[in-house]
């Protein structure tokens, strides 16, 4: 059977590698970049001048640009009537659900994506959130699903981005804390690699903690299962903050998160764990 063809807007370092992925599955790939150079270089493919004309080209459409403006811009001469429109272009929920109506008023379906890879991982592992069209996901995930993983995660068309930027956000907060561990034993006799092992080991060892927020949160409970309760992770928060100082390292990371806790106790709820600090994230 023949594959599925497609255009592919966006020849950056994420579109090269999405393309050249579905070309070497056998899949004719018509290609389109701001920098005619860069789609001069993609080997099988088959180029236009013009986003308007590699649209025209295919029913199904995947974008994969800078950002929500360069996706409205590219397409705005282009017709989408008839035509299933991907967007994999790095997006808040809210820029996706306008999008999404945008494009759906042209006359075509859409599916957001967040793309929870770097391009060397395309083709060997990670995922893509898709939210939108489920009609669409449906008929193409074969096709999609060729170059990295698919999970769908609802009709909304934020949730893609919804849920990319919680994962996202959710290492930033891990990259600080580690950042700050490494602070502290920079300046001693202590090997980083060495550290690094019983880092690992420490943080897999706490990964439970996330599925015990998850049950909080369903349940209303926030004190079930606690062994470290709110009181006694505030009062030792001054052991970590003296220690800090000691070894000439700036609390700044932490300190946030400390005063919601410090916060949430002060409110009456030291039996509860953390889960608490939720709550008056939002606004």
Not at 12 to 17: H, K, N, P, V
Request: hydrophobic share 45%.
């Amino acid at each position: 059977m023949a594959q599925e063809a497609l255009t592919l807007l966006g020849l950056g370092d994420m579109g090269t590698a999405l393309a050249r992925t579905w070309l070497a599955a056998g899949h004719p790939v018509t290609a389109w970049n701001r920098t005619p150079a860069r789609a001069a270089r993609l080997t099988g493919a088959t180029t236009f001048p013009t986003a308007a004309e590699a649209v025209a080209a295919n029913r199904l459409v995947v974008a994969c640009l800078l950002d929500d403006a360069s996706v409205r811009e590219t397409l705005r001469d282009a017709d989408l009537d008839g035509k299933d429109v991907v967007n994999l272009t790095t997006s808040t929920p809210d820029q996706a659900r306008e999008l999404a109506k945008w494009v759906e008023d042209r006359g075509a379906r859409f599916l957001a994506g967040g793309i929870m890879a770097v391009p060397p991982m395309i083709g060997n592992s990670g995922y893509v959130f898709y939210s939108g069209s489920e009609a669409l996901f449906a008929e193409h995930e074969a096709t999609l699903a060729v170059p990295v993983g698919t999970k769908y995660v609802g009709a909304d068309a934020g949730f893609a981005a919804l849920h990319d930027v919680a994962l996202l956000s959710a290492m930033s907060g891990a990259f600080a804390g580690i950042s700050h561990a490494f602070a502290l034993v920079r300046r001693e006799d202590v090997r980083p690699s060495d550290f690094a092992e019983l880092l690992v080991g420490w943080l897999t060892a706490m990964m439970p903690y996330v599925h015990g927020v998850a049950e909080h949160l369903e349940s209303g409970d926030y004190t079930k299962g606690v062994v470290s309760n709110l009181a006694m992770q505030v009062a030792g928060n001054a052991t970590l903050l003296r220690t800090a100082e000691e070894q000439g390292v700036s609390p700044e990371l932490l300190t946030p998160y400390m005063n919601l806790m410090a916060q949430r106790l002060a409110d009456g709820h030291g039996t509860e764990g953390t889960t608490g600090v939720i709550d008056l994230l939002l606004r």
